[in-house]
């Protein structure tokens, strides 16, 4: 027999039509799920984007530097006329600072001489008051002569003018005399008493002659008094003045040395009040700074050599300064605007932020000059200290994963 009786049993009992396999739905639901878990995945990886970020130090700074106020000499700190966030303007009052030396005796040295030259100086004007005075007096009394020289000039003139007509008269008796004495008319004695009188009047008219003489040279020299007493006077006072004004100076100088008032070099913010009153102070430290007008604050940033690979100009920053924690102020945003190319290394200069490596200094700019927080406004202030992220190169998350990949091909090629 040929084929068993089973097989052809079944065969012969075989249902007709094709075979079909049901699957359950929950595998449809599954596999739909797992397609758009995979699809949404796919476009995630190729959509969104991660930046690369190098995180640095840095500090504020103004953008056009900041103006250190410091002591011409040293001192004590005597008051303090401005606060930090006040503007001045240049030339403005800032600080008061005294240097008093004391004498064996106790009193202030600086506060004696000061005194003494003050006692001088009203000497001297004193005696410039009474400089005026008596040039006055003086005047007076010359010009009281001179008018009584003209007076006794006057009568003099006019005596001397009646002489001249005795004189004439008495001549030309003698004349008369003189003939008839010649001619024996009279005798001798008569001659001399005619020639006695003639020789008389001409013995007054000549001892007029020298009065009025005399009274001429007074009258000239008392106006020249007059004229040269002005300018005597300018001389006079303006001596007095000189020591006056020496006096003054010395005495400005030793209030000066004494205490000195430091004034604002140009206009702008204070900030950074470095001593408290009473306090010593030298000319090597700075008593406060000034951020000159129109000049915004930026940072500037310490970046290591080891960072500074793939840094431009334009990234932007995110800054998390350490006065404002950034869970509760937030965070400031602002770019960079420059890339020294000089190396700065830990011993080349002092820095608010303590260096371990070499590094570059880097600046950007911030785009808000204040914090905002519980409705009030927080400005920011030069020297405050931040931790920044520079935002390097952005790609896609599957740019990110697949480069790896990049780097063996990179390495193979």
Do not use: C
């Amino acid at each position: 027999m040929l084929f068993r009786n089973e097989a052809i049993d079944s065969k012969r009992n075989r249902i007709a039509g094709d075979v079909v396999l049901i699957q359950p739905t929950s595998i449809y639901l599954i596999s739909i799920t797992v397609f758009l878990l995979f699809a949404l995945s796919l476009v995630f990886l190729t959509q969104s984007e991660y930046s690369r970020k190098e995180k640095v130090k840095g500090y504020l700074i103004p953008q056009k530097g900041l103006v250190k106020v410091f002591s011409v000499r040293e001192g004590v700190l005597e008051a303090i006329y401005v606060q930090e966030g006040d503007y001045v303007e240049i030339g403005s009052p800032l600080v008061r600072i005294a240097n008093s030396q004391n004498m064996i005796t106790g009193v202030d040295l600086s506060d004696a001489l000061i005194e003494e030259l003050s006692k001088q100086i009203s000497t001297l004007e004193v005696e410039l008051d009474i400089g005026e005075k008596l040039f006055q007096d003086d005047s007076a009394r010359l010009k009281q002569q001179i008018s009584q020289l003209n007076q006794s000039l006057l009568s003099l003139s006019k005596a001397k003018n009646t002489n001249k007509r005795r004189l004439r008269v008495k001549e030309q008796q003698f004349l008369k005399n003189s003939k008839l004495y010649e001619n024996n008319f009279i005798s001798s004695a008569q001659f001399s008493i005619v020639q006695d009188e003639y020789l008389e009047i001409m013995a007054v008219n000549d001892q007029l002659d020298r009065e009025v003489w005399v009274i001429q040279v007074d009258l000239s020299d008392l106006e020249s008094q007059v004229k040269s007493l002005p300018e005597r006077r300018v001389l006079t006072q303006a001596s007095l003045k000189r020591q006056i004004s020496e006096l003054k100076a010395r005495q400005y100088e030793l209030e000066n040395q004494q205490a000195f008032v430091k004034a604002a070099p140009e206009s702008g913010v204070v900030t950074a009040i470095q001593p408290s009153l009473g306090s010593r102070i030298n000319n090597q430290s700075p008593i406060l700074s000034i951020i000159p007008d129109n000049s915004p604050l930026e940072i500037e940033l310490l970046l290591p050599t080891s960072a500074a690979g793939f840094v431009q100009i334009g990234d932007v920053i995110q800054i998390r300064f350490d006065a404002f924690p950034y869970q509760k102020f937030g965070l400031a945003f602002g770019a960079i605007t420059s890339i020294d190319k000089a190396l700065i290394l830990p011993s080349d200069k002092v820095l608010p932020i303590k260096m371990e490596e070499a590094t570059y200094r880097v600046r950007a700019s911030i785009h808000n000059q204040e914090i905002n927080a519980y409705g009030k406004s927080f400005p920011l202030k030069v020297g405050m200290i931040a931790d920044v992220d520079i935002m390097l190169e952005k790609r896609t998350l599957l740019e990110w994963i697949l480069d790896p990949i990049y780097a063996i091909k990179g390495q193979i090629g």
